[in-house]
T-cell receptor, first 111, second 117 residues
Framework: DAKTTQPNSMESNEEEPVHLPCNHS???????IHWYRQLPSQGPEYVIH?????VNNRMASLAIAEDRKSSTLILHRATLRDAAVYYC????????????WGAGTKLIIKP | DGGITQSPKYLFRKEGQNVTLSCEQN?????MYWYRQDPGQGLRLIYY???????QKGDIAEGYSVSREKKESFPLTVTSAQKNPTAFYLC????????????????FGEGSRLTVL
């Protein structure tokens, strides 16, 4: 079973920041938090990952709560091309380090 | 450019037929994976391979078979034993599966959509 909880969908306006939440209350100390996104009829694309500290890359920022039970993916200035399903996933050591995928959050960007 | 190539992109099959989906990567990755995705759902792992000539069942391996004779190739056969094969199939690879040396980033192909008529 997926070990993360995400809202089914979110809406945001173009050129505004987007904060996508993820709860992972059963995370273990060595689980990495991964985010991927999937555009319609395409394979998922890696976005960002982190362990304890906040992370930034060219695509997004990842804010991780101090207790690691939740995290937030931040798109600083959403564009129409950011409309996708966003998956928050834990890398699970108990499953031979496989990624366990939930249904994700469908992000809708309004022009 | 390096990446993962899946073919065919669309495939139609009659009931009772086996079909094979191709997956080729030129990333020099050791690990390869096959996932199935149903509408509105996340990905479910069918099979994975850590090295050549070795593969392991994932969560939903029944009705599927794979081979890993070359590092670059990991074909998936959907057999007639798979009761509900209509789905979107995704192949992925990663550098390896060693927890200590990498963080598991997956690289995906564009998928193959299989429809059983």
């Amino acid at each position: 079973d997926a070990k993360t909880t995400q809202p089914n969908s979110m809406e945001s306006n173009e050129e505004e920041p987007v904060h996508l939440p993820c709860n992972h209350s059963t995370i273990s100390g060595t689980d990495y938090i991964h985010w991927y996104r999937q555009l319609p009829s395409q394979g998922p694309e890696y976005v960002i990952h982190g362990l304890t500290s906040n992370v930034n890359n060219r695509m997004a920022s990842l804010a991780i709560a101090e207790d690691r039970k939740s995290s937030t993916l931040i798109l600083h200035r959403a564009t129409l091309r950011d409309a996708a399903v966003y998956y928050c996933i834990l890398r699970d050591m108990d499953s031979n380090y496989q990624l366990i995928w939930g249904a994700g959050t469908k992000l809708i960007i309004k022009p | 450019d390096g990446g993962i190539t899946q073919s065919p992109k669309y495939l139609f099959r009659k009931e009772g037929q086996n079909v094979t989906l191709s997956c080729e990567q030129n990333l020099n990755h050791d690990a390869m994976y096959w996932y199935r995705q149903d509408p509105g759902q996340g990905l479910r792992l069918i099979y994975y391979s850590q090295i050549v000539n070795d593969f392991q069942k994932g969560d939903i391996a029944e009705g599927y078979s794979v081979s890993r004779e070359k590092k670059e190739s990991f074909p998936l056969t959907v057999t007639s034993a798979q009761k509900n094969p209509t789905a979107f199939y995704l192949c992925a690879s990663s550098i390896n599966m060693a927890w200590e040396t990498n963080t598991g980033e997956l690289f995906f192909g564009e998928g193959s959509r299989l429809t059983v008529l």
